[in-house]
């Protein structure tokens, strides 16, 4: 395993609905991973390589609790041990493949990519509100061609929205007025972000149904290595103070992040926007998410061209601003954490 990724870590390696019956091949931190269902329902998760000749598993098939390999037919358990090789008793030494664990929860199916022995599930990441029966939810899954650690800066210095998403969320205030605070949590990130008594942008106006100014927060929280929840509120101007995040009108929505690197130009982005069904009927939450899912577009196309750009001069110089205190947090951690890991691999060596 690389030592440019976090290990020891739940990552997203699929939304539960991407895994039916058909196995699932998925690159995680530069390892083939296939995905598959056991007989009951429950994940699997192997290497995605056969140990005879090297195919992808994936491009075998499910046989109750095991896959086969497409290529010699060679069948190998949950567990990773091949059970059975067609046309002899005996299994060979060693036919094993790599197991991952796997957890699936929150609609998500979650990988972890260490060391086995120190995967905890109260660990995983709270997404809860996928699966609440009064939300509405929507969601998306990308291989954007960029390094992961641009999508952590985007998520947490969202001044960006007054630029890149000016025609639905954005609006000039949020970098212009914003009253932006960063707060180091023992794994993470956390940047609260308050614009007060300001005019509301389209989509919350159109959806949260206002008349005049509006009190605004964007409440972003970095797990590391790899997620993100970010509480979108709104309520009447002078009622949504910062002390209590409630306020008269409120209309908000949780958005949801699994930032899954493939490999360092490659990163499965998992998105996920849930919110009260309210009083909405089909078409408005339908229009709703339709805004929603062109902001993810537009940050998506910004990842592009700056990869594109970083691959084209990796020295280039760079400049930090104001609003780039969680960022560089965010950054500082992921180091802390990487020397931390290689210092310990070095120990046990």
Known sequence: MSSRYITDAWYVAAWSDELAEEPLARVLLEQPVVLFRRADGTPAALEDR???????????RVRGDRIECGYHGLQFEASGQCARVPGQSAIPPGAQVRSYPVIERHCCIWVWTGDPA??????????HWLEEPDCAVTKLH????????LIV???LDLSHLAYVHASTVGSPELADSAKVSTDRLPDGVRVSRWTLDVPPARTYRQFGKYD?????????????PCTFVIDNGSAKAGTGAPAGRRGEQRW????????TPEDERTTNYFWALAH??????????????????????????????????????????????????????????????????????????
């Open 118 to 127: 120190n995967a905890d599930p109260s660990t995983i990441r709270d997404f």
């Open 212 to 224: 005049g100014n509006i009190d605004r927060w964007q409440i972003s929280e970095f797990r590391a």
């Open 276 to 349: 009260s069904i309210g009083a909405d009927g089909p078409e408005s939450i339908a229009e709703f998410h339709r805004q929603s899912q062109q902001v993810i577009g537009e940050d998506i196309a910004v990842f592009e061209a700056q990869q594109r750009m970083i691959e084209l001069d990796p020295a280039a110089p760079t400049i930090d601003i104001g609003y780039d205190a969680g960022p560089l947090q965010a950054r500082r951690l992921i180091d802390r954490l990487l020397a931390q890991q290689i210092a310990l691999r070095r120990a046990s060596a």
């Open 252 to 259: 908000g929505f949780i958005v949801y992040h699994g930032i």
């Open 142 to 149: 990308f291989r954007v061609p960029c390094h992961y650690q």
């Open 153 to 155: 800066d985007n998520l």
């Open 50 to 60: 056969c140990i005879h000749r090297r195919l992808p598993l994936s491009l075998g």
